[in-house]
């Protein structure tokens, strides 16, 4: 016996394509958002160490902006690509949870 009831999702893999139920919780997930390339975000907490750039500085690709301290190990955030700070969001010594703005860009 079928049930009409059943809410199938169309799934391509590979240019296959598969009909399959989901469960509650994937339906409830939140869907994903591509970033703001122009917003420098943590993608772990942690706490900012040293932050070396200011607003309306001009920097090219590959410029620390700053350090942060996440699970004792400290990592360099870099300037992704040539451009100009905006804002900083952050101060030395905050400590701030994963998906903050740190600094945004023009």
């Known amino acids: 016996m079928e049930d009409n009831n059943l809410n199938y999702q169309v799934f391509v893999v590979n240019s296959a394509r598969y009909l399959t139920l989901t469960t509650t919780k994937y339906d409830r997930r939140k869907k994903y958002q591509p970033t703001d390339p122009k917003?420098?975000?943590?993608?772990?907490?942690?706490?900012?160490?040293?932050i070396y750039v200011?607003?309306?500085?001009?920097?090219?690709?590959?410029?620390i902006l700053l350090t942060l301290d996440a699970m004792k190990m400290y990592t360099k955030i870099e300037m992704p690509f040539d451009g100009v700070i905006k804002s900083i969001n952050i101060q030395k010594g905050d400590r701030i949870p994963k998906n903050t703005v740190m600094i945004t860009l023009e």
């Not at 200011?54 to 410029?63: D, I, V």
């Open 39 to 50: 917003e420098i975000r943590s993608i772990i907490p942690g706490s900012v160490i040293e």
């Open 54 to 63: 200011t607003p309306g500085q001009k920097l090219k690709a590959g410029e």
